[in-house]
Antibody, heavy 118, light 109 residues
């Protein structure tokens, strides 16, 4: 059974940093693109970043470029999102998901809540 | 950036009725469109990909159609568990960028 479990969400002050993790199991992690999608409270979904199988290709939504870094450790079946210079508008639930090329994401974690507030 | 506009914002229907949800793209996304269902407190669930292909385990009452800029998700004979928020997602520029529509809420009338 495919499982994705996020962790690391917390309350952080504006300008602070946070690292999210996603533990993957039930599939061959190293053969899939992975992605982070977020959802502000009461709002819609926003694609944040994705990463290819060996970690050499990474893409980001414009609003997080230069602040967020996506990475993966295939030996540990783990996906990460390092978030720096956090802003109030980064508040939301962050989901990790397994991508299937241009066919969307069929597997999602349960999400982890990031709150940026003073 | 491709913008997806979903309509209506809210759809009020009774169980057994048919729901027709629209997703319009600001430029062509060919067939690279997916639909998701999200219930409160849950992660999104993939329903449809490539505009019209049902994902694994999705009931046949869910169907997708369209290409280019205009897409439709149809839910035939609504079941109580179908009342949720539905999002479309375009993936024509995957992996560089993907965007979601703002969502359509299907609520019980």
């Amino acid at each position: 059974e495919v499982q994705l479990v996020e962790s690391g969400g917390a309350l952080v002050q504006p300008g602070g940093s946070l690292r999210l993790s996603c533990a993957a199991s039930g599939f061959t992690f190293s053969t899939y693109w992975m992605t982070w999608v977020r959802q502000a409270p009461g709002k819609g979904l926003e694609w944040v970043a994705n990463i290819n199988q060996d970690g050499r290709e990474k893409y980001y939504v414009d609003s997080v470029k230069g602040r967020f870094t996506i990475s993966r450790d295939n030996a540990k079946n783990s996906l990460s999102l390092q978030m720096n210079s956090l802003r109030v508008e980064d508040t939301g639930v962050y989901y990790c998901a397994r991508e299937k090329g241009s066919s969307g994401s069929a597997y999602w974690g349960q999400g982890t809540l990031v709150t940026v507030s003073s | 950036e491709i913008v997806l506009t979903q309509s209506p914002g809210t759809l009020s229907l009774s169980p057994g009725e048919t729901a027709t949800l629209s997703c319009r793209a600001s430029q062509s996304v060919s067939m690279y469109l997916a639909w998701y269902q999200q219930k409160p407190g849950q992660a999104p669930r993939l329903l449809i990909y490539d505009a019209s292909t049902r994902a694994s385990g999705i009931p046949a009452r869910f169907s997708g159609s369209g290409s280019g800029t205009d897409f439709t998700l149809t839910i035939s004979s609504l079941e109580p568990e179908d009342f949720a928020v539905y999002y479309c997602q375009q993936l024509i520029h995957w992996p560089l960028m993907c965007t979601f529509g703002q969502g359509t809420k299907v609520e019980i009338k």
